[in-house]
């Protein structure tokens, strides 16, 4: 035996670990979005989740945003699996933008795994990917580490908390949760909760969504009898907003339609996507003949139709809103509809939802959302629900997850009502490093973590520069300066020709172009008489001209973005025919805002 191994062996006689296990959040922490979670121990890694978030407001351009996944990058050979706990886009939407960077195998329950593989299936990455279906029953046993599930109550079925047994203890991850005593669905197992605690759970990472919100989370069975009842007593035809991968909602609104008599039309790709795989799967029943084609609204009374439908966040693209704008081809709001927003605004999303409604009301609809009825049930615990939950567990550290920092705060305060004093809960950052062993904990450095930024089909960390010019363009337009340069920077061929969008408007404000315009020209001048040759010499003395102009006299600073086009000098020689001067075209944009291309920046 060498003596490395010796003295490991030596610290296992001892009663010294020869691992710390290892807890870092990669997303989810300080945040409503992007979850998720880092389980290591030697040489295995564990992830649970890979979630998006929507861009905030100062993200012009972007998509989505992604947990940065360097670090997993970097120890690709220790990654054993992504175990997902549910089938929400904010542990879900990652995956086909991570999987093309981190090919390991993924696991869910039957529902989730089904919103995966669509998901996959549209980026053309489900043949690369192994995605594999488990059950509560299913463990799966790595080297050292052995991963196992257990039931839980959210707004979606197939909702997994996730157990993952290491030498030094159990870690639990309770995935969104709360208890609900009359769900729609399964039902939380709340015995292997508990004979979890009894085994000794090192530590808890759980659920802060609702740590400020006192009492229990109500049932959705409560949001199914309103929902009928709001049913019963509408003339007209109802058009119902909510998430769709709420499938315990749709489910009751289905329901509601069959009792009241009415046919359900469904709307927006991902609603429509959500009730194939839900119908599949058999947690959605549809009696035959019920469900209609859009097409066929006018063939039935007002008051025989719902219209199931995306954007209960007033999202732009989605059909409510495009329902509200009046830019639906198919979907117009009669006088007497009833629109029900069946959602709780995320954060971020209050004013397109309000504006939204405001619309509806203009239409002449009847709008009832969450401060009219209480027709939406969270689907995350609220204080006495997270106090039950560390009942069952009984963990001996607790690291609050998913919530803005005052949540995880709050949640850290309540464990303290229960006897998990300050130095065992720890409120981490993302990236920041939890080592664990079964006798203490301690934070240590950081690990590379952020945001990876999605436009479009690619990613990339978009730079600060670029997205300032992109804050930049929307807050005070851009003014395109045009010219043609002779080959020796001695002359303007052409222009100065001036083009301004969303700055002025040309025609009403000529004065103001053709003053800027004159100004240029005097710069060039200037420029010509001190020999400036150079393409990056004018376009800085044409920038900086312009925009102290336009300060001063609009109190507005548009991006100024000079365009020249250089004639090239050509050869002369006896057997050289000649030819039209070449023209080279300078770049659009500065080069500090050329966007980057590629995989993510390591």
Not at 1 to 24: F, L, Y
Not at 37 to 56: L, Q
Not at 127 to 153: A, G, P, S
Not at 426 to 435: A, K, R
Request: net charge positive; with cysteine; proline share 5%.
């Amino acid at each position: 035996m060498d003596e490395i191994s010796a003295k490991a062996q030596n610290a296992e006689e001892r009663g010294t670990p020869k691992h710390n296990v290892k807890i870092i959040a990669l997303g989810g922490l300080g945040e409503i979005g992007k979850n998720m979670y880092v389980i290591e121990y030697g040489e295995e890694i564990v992830v649970v989740d890979a979630g998006v978030k929507f861009p905030r407001s100062d993200l012009p351009g972007v998509d989505y945003v992604i947990p940065n996944i360097e670090y997993l990058v970097q120890h690709q050979d220790k990654v054993k699996g992504i175990f997902l706990t549910h089938g929400h886009e904010d542990h879900i939407g990652g995956l086909p933008f991570i999987l093309r960077e981190l090919r390991v195998p993924v696991y869910g329950a039957p529902l989730t795994i089904g919103l995966v593989r669509a998901k996959l299936e549209e980026h053309k990455l489900d043949k690369l990917v192994h995605l594999q279906v488990v059950k509560e029953e299913t463990v799966i046993q790595l080297d050292k580490l052995r991963v196992h599930f257990f039931h839980t109550n959210h707004s979606i079925p197939d909702s997994l908390g996730v157990a993952v047994d290491t030498p030094e203890g159990i870690i639990v991850h309770t995935g969104d949760f709360k208890f609900d005593m009359t769900p729609v669905g399964h039902r939380a197992n709340i015995y292997k909760m508990s004979e979890l605690g009894s085994q000794g759970v090192l530590a808890l990472l759980a659920d802060s969504t609702n740590s400020e919100k006192p009492g229990y989370t109500p049932s959705e069975k409560s949001v199914g009898a309103a929902v009928y009842d709001t049913f019963r007593t509408c003339e007209g035809r109802i058009l119902f907003a909510t998430f769709a991968s709420n499938v315990h909602r749709l489910q009751q609104v289905v329901e509601a339609a069959e009792a009241t008599g009415r046919k359900i039309a469904i709307q927006g790709r991902s609603m429509e996507r959500v009730f194939r795989i839900a119908q599949e799967l058999g947690y959605i029943r549809i009696p035959q003949g019920m469900q209609i084609d859009i097409q066929q609204l006018d063939k039935f009374e007002d008051r025989r139709i719902v219209i199931i439908c995306t954007g209960s966040q007033g999202e732009p693209n989605a059909a409510l809103s495009r329902i509200a704008s009046g830019a639906h081809s198919k979907v117009q709001i009669h006088p007497g509809d009833t629109v029900i927003f069946s959602s709780s605004p995320i954060p971020g999303n209050t004013q397109n939802i309000n504006k939204n409604i405001d619309l509806l009301f203009r239409a002449g609809a009847n709008v009832i959302y969450g401060s009219v009825i209480d027709i939406h049930a969270s689907g995350h615990g609220c204080q006495e629900d997270l106090k039950l939950m560390l009942s069952l567990i009984k963990p001996k550290f607790l690291v609050p997850i998913h919530g803005e920092y005052r949540m995880l705060l709050k949640h850290a305060q309540l464990a303290e009502e229960l006897g998990i004093t300050q130095d065992r809960s720890f409120v981490l950052d993302i990236g920041e490093v939890l080592h664990l062993n079964r006798r203490q904990a301690r934070k240590g450095r950081k690990v590379p973590s952020g945001e990876m930024l999605v436009s479009g089909n690619k990613i990339g960390q978009v730079r600060s520069d670029i997205l300032a010019d992109r804050r930049h363009m929307s807050n005070n337009g851009v003014i395109l300066v045009l010219m043609v340069v002779n080959e020796d920077w001695t002359a303007v061929l052409s222009g100065p020709e001036l083009i301004s969008r969303g700055f002025v408007f040309v025609k009403e404000a000529s004065e103001i172009i053709q003053r800027a315009t004159a100004l240029t020209r005097r710069a060039v001048s200037r420029l010509i008489k001190q020999g400036v040759n150079t393409e990056e010499g004018w376009k800085a003395r044409i920038t900086e001209v312009l925009s102290s102009h336009l300060e001063k006299t609009m109190q507005r600073t548009p991006l100024i973005v000079p365009i020249l086009t250089h004639l090239e000098r050509q050869e002369k020689g006896p057997s050289r025919k000649p030819s039209r001067p070449r023209r080279k075209r300078a770049t659009i944009a500065p080069a500090a805002a050329q966007e980057p291309t590629g995989t993510p920046q390591k």
